[in-house]
């Protein structure tokens, strides 16, 4: 269990779209949302909404055709939203096994601050409660 942090200490984060290999584009995009919302939940993050960061991008003119592939274009995109970190990763199913990939990326350096990773050998529907671990898992490495 993590401690949480008053608002002012909180890291202020973006999570992009995660990548979806074998899982269909609503599944990627609900387990996304979930994530954002088990990042809050620790107290460690304030977490930019999607269509806020979707706004800011298209304010500032960034051309995105699909998915960012690259943590270059994470870093980017982390920097014209005005984030410090930002959180990318991938969402794939192996044979009978879902695994969830996130990266804490530093916006200033580029560098991955964090990761943590899950496999789950189960239904789809049971990788939302994978998203708490790894959030958790998140927040406890940026101690």
Do not use: W
Not at 12 to 30: C, K, P, Q, T
Not at 86 to 108: H, M, N
Not at 112 to 128: G, H, K, N, P, Q
């Amino acid at each position: 269990i993590v401690e949480p942090l008053a608002p002012e200490d909180r890291t202020r984060v973006a999570v992009v779209d995660f990548n979806g290999l074998g899982l269909s584009s609503d599944e990627v995009m609900i387990l996304t949302d979930r994530l954002r919302a088990e990042l809050v939940d620790t107290g460690r993050f304030t977490v930019v909404e999607r269509e806020r960061m979707n706004e800011i991008l298209s304010e500032q003119g960034f051309q995105q055709s699909g998915l960012c592939s690259t943590d270059d274009c994470v870093v980017e995109m982390g920097r014209l939203v005005g984030v410090g970190s930002i959180i990318a990763g991938t969402f794939g199913k192996l044979g009978d096994t879902y695994t969830v990939t996130a990266r804490l990326i530093d916006v200033e350096s580029g560098e991955i601050t964090a990761r943590a990773s899950e496999d789950c050998a189960c239904a789809v529907d049971e990788l939302l409660r994978s998203m708490h671990r790894v959030s958790v898992l998140l927040a406890s490495r940026t101690e």
